[in-house]
């Protein structure tokens, strides 16, 4: 059954692999409840992995006694997603081109684009530790 | 010692050496150095390998496999030798062409093709 309400939450999980699957399986399940398709949901999936794989590693730096905390807004028409890590953070601005000839090549700095690439935004806080990204229903509301 | 995940299977054609990825999502550090640990031996015990990789049963993977993929490319033609991607589905062979590595990978439809590319008529 399609659900027409909305879900806000915050939540705060540890830094660690296992906390990562549990949450993105209850952000995907409220996601496909509220009649986003399996593009959209590949789109949303490659992006939380990026962004909490970066969170982990590179903001986190594995340390699993860390957290992450995650909010949350999911509606009909859009699913929103604010993560932060406890790192230092980092300027995405100086992330290079990984499609550039001279990157192509390079075994990473590939996360970032593929986030910007599958999500309609993409915004960090000042610091660099907080992620934002908005992903839009791609199909048209049913009117049945 | 944790034990080790089977993440491929291998089988040995003409002139070429086919890697399955038996997984259907491959996400998270660890399961891309699990993945590594089993590629980069076949990789560095025969010189000059013709490996194709078969995509096949993969659905879902993340920036650090694309990172893989280099780091096994460049292994392979260090040696002499080359790799061919195939089995890719459309959601995956997306984020090759977006990251533009559809033009730094040899990609093929099937497992066919791939080998016959490869293997001497």
Do not use: W
Request: aromatic share 6%; charged share 25%; net charge negative.
């Amino acid at each position: 059954m399609v659900s027409d309400s909305s879900v806000h939450k915050s939540v705060v999980i540890k830094s660690s692999r296992a906390a990562v699957e549990a949450l993105c399986s209850q952000l995907f399940e409220a996601a496909a409840g509220r009649d986003f398709d399996g593009d959209d949901i590949f789109a949303i999936h490659l992006a939380l992995e990026e962004a909490l794989l970066n969170a982990i590693c590179h903001g986190n730096k594995q340390d699993s006694g860390k957290t992450i905390k995650v909010e949350y807004f999911i509606t009909p028409a859009k699913f929103e997603v604010s993560i932060t890590d406890e790192g230092t953070g980092f300027d995405p601005d100086a992330v290079p081109d990984p499609r550039a000839e001279e990157n192509l090549r390079k075994c990473s700095g590939r996360g970032l684009f593929l986030m910007r690439s599958y999500m309609d935004t993409v915004e960090y806080n000042k610091t660099g530790n907080c992620v934002h990204m908005v992903k839009h229903k791609s199909k048209a509301p049913n009117a049945s | 010692m944790d034990k080790v995940q089977p993440k491929i299977a291998v089988e040995y054609g003409k002139n070429t050496t086919i890697v399955t990825l038996t997984e259907e999502r491959i996400l998270d550090e660890s399961e891309v150095q699990a993945l590594s640990d089993s590629l980069m031996p076949l990789v560095e015990e025969a010189d000059g390998i013709n490996l194709v990789i078969d995509f096949g049963n993969v659905k879902f993977l993340t920036s650090a496999v694309l990172g893989l993929l280099i780091r096994v490319s460049k292994k392979v033609y260090e040696s002499g030798g080359q790799l061919k991607l195939c089995g890719i589905n459309p959601k995956i062979f997306e984020i090759f062409r977006i990251t533009r590595l559809d033009r730094v990978f040899d990609i093929y439809d099937d497992k066919l093709q791939a080998t016959q590319s490869t293997d001497p008529a």
